[in-house]
């Protein structure tokens, strides 16, 4: 699946939930669509997760 199909479908499943359940289920979904993004790249090995609480706690990074 490339990334203008992925985009596609969470576009669809955004404005689906959008159209039938209202605003903030809109906003649910779209949270839980990042959250699951976010877990699925720790999991995968592409993001690093103490980066993140680092970032989360205000720590700066430098490369």
Do not use: E
């Amino acid at each position: 699946m490339t990334p203008t199909h992925t985009g596609i479908l969470i576009g669809a499943v955004l404005a689906i939930s959008w159209v039938a359940f209202g605003f903030w289920a809109f906003v649910f979904v779209a949270l839980a669509m990042g959250v699951g993004a976010i877990v699925g790249r720790i999991v995968s090995g592409q993001t690093d997760f103490s980066a993140i609480v680092d970032a989360v706690r205000g720590k700066r990074v430098s490369s």
